[in-house]
């Protein structure tokens, strides 16, 4: 079992930043490849970003790409998203999810955290 913890959501405004932290633990989670989703209300759980836990290679989703970072600390397992010039439309909740094998897919996610919501005004 692995367990992720979200934590940092909250209200910004428009053009504003903020910073997310995924907490992981339990069994071998460092061999998972772990990641960000996200869902608005009516909307589909969409692929965000993702991180390979031992590489450090990341991947990005198309409207994220050139604002928002993805990265981890080994020493607190724990990984970070920080999210720039954000746009109302990123208003969701935000998921942390383990993957066995990096997917932008939910479907095929192993675990996933309880989410922490963001809110950007106009």
């Known amino acids: 079992q692995v367990q992720l913890v979200e934590s940092g959501g909250g209200f910004v405004q428009a053009g504003g930043s903020l910073s997310l932290s995924c907490a992981a633990s339990g069994r071998a989670f460092s061999t998972y490849a772990l990641g960000w989703f996200r869902q608005a209300p009516g909307k589909e759980r969409e692929f965000v970003a993702a991180i390979r836990w031992s590489r450090s290679i990341t991947y990005y989703g198309d409207s994220v790409k050139g604002r928002f970072t993805i990265s981890r600390d080994y020493a607190r397992n724990t990984m970070y998203l920080q999210m720039n010039s954000l746009k109302p439309e990123d208003t969701a909740l935000y998921y942390c999810?383990?993957?066995?094998?990096?997917?932008?897919?939910?479907?095929?996610?192993?675990?996933w955290g309880k989410g922490t919501l963001v809110t950007v005004s106009s």
């Open positions: 999810a383990a993957m066995s094998r990096v997917s932008s897919r939910p479907e095929e996610m192993d675990y």
